[in-house]
């Protein structure tokens, strides 16, 4: 699905030395390099501050512990998505309220959502699943009005630009209280092993957090609070200070990429190519169609036997995982989730990815679809 050796390969030297100076440095926890990339980070993003952490699923869970939430308060999140989000609201006893999702966007449903508020609902976590930003302005609108706190789960979307009504624009994570993500190899700013970071515009927020991050440590020894360890190490940060100043065209090549998918499979019955958005540019972390009476699992097959694989995100509704079932949830409470979690494909997306790979893919999809 990825090619992280040819990426690598292009900045192997820069990254090689970066490595290197990191081990003759031993500053391998809490390191220059930690703090210049936060620096740098929050300059790409034009965010007051990055705090950096061990990966994507502590950003989500540091976010939530630093907003003094108590035990059975509710926050409400996307049923179509990874498990991590609503993975760290149980784990600190708050409790998870599934709502659907927008079968053109993926992402969170406005009208579902407003509905699931209730006087115990706290914060709410849009997902920018695949690479596209929620629709953030409706989310900030019914949080102001409900007063609720937003936490932008940007795992998917880094890079990604949202754009306001009103002409401005500002990049993902950065548009509600605190903006999360993940530097795990394969999304598009990847380091070589975890990763994960936090951005806040809010000077109090961005103490705590770091705090919570560090033991729960304001000062050196000085416990205010129950905290987490959770770092990003200096190679890993040697890492992504070389490959951010690539982010912008790793991003564009994937744009390019999904363009060519979608020039080719637009017109082709039985696919539905996806949706771009006038609110938010595309960054597709996942190149994902939609089918219509085709064989999933027929498609699969057939791509694997050319060599090409596929995957499906996600297959199993969180509402139906064993470890979130909730009594009085049904499936006819998701009717999108439910349908894309059986229509649903991903293609190959990355980098890397030339003319040839793309055009050896799309006809291996068209063989089966239109045979
Ligand atoms: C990858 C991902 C995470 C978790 O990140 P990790 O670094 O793997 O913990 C959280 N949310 C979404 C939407 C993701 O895609």
Known sequence: MVDLKSQYLKIKETVDSSIQEVINSTAFIKGPEVTKFQEELADYLNVNHVVACGNGTDALQIALMALGLEPGD??????????????????????????????????????????AITPKTKAIIPVHLFGQCANMEGVLDIAKRHNLFVIEDTAQAI??????????????????????????????LGCYGDGGALFTNDDDLAKRLRAIVNHGMYERYY????????RLDSIQAAVLRSKLPHLDTYNQARYNAAMHYNAAFQNVSGLEVP??????????HQYTLKLNGVDRAGLQTHLKAKGIPSMIYYPLALHNQKAYLQEGVTDSQFPVTMELCSNVISLPMHTELKEDDLDYIIDAVKEFVEK
């Open 74 to 115: 509710e926050v409400i999140t996307a049923d179509f998505t990874f498990a991590a989000t609503v993975e760290v609201i149980g784990l600190l006893r708050l409790k998870p309220v599934l709502v659907d999702v927008d079968r053109d966007t993926f992402s969170i449903n406005l009208v579902e959502l407003e509905k």
């Open 275 to 284: 949706t771009l958005v006038d609110y938010s540019t595309h960054v597709f």
């Open 159 to 188: 890079g990604a630009e949202y754009k306001f009504k009103d002409g401005s624009v500002r990049k993902a994570g950065t548009v509600g209280d605190i903006g999360t993500t993940s530097f795990f190899p394969s999304k598009n």
């Open 223 to 230: 416990h205010e609070e129950v905290g987490v360890n959770s």
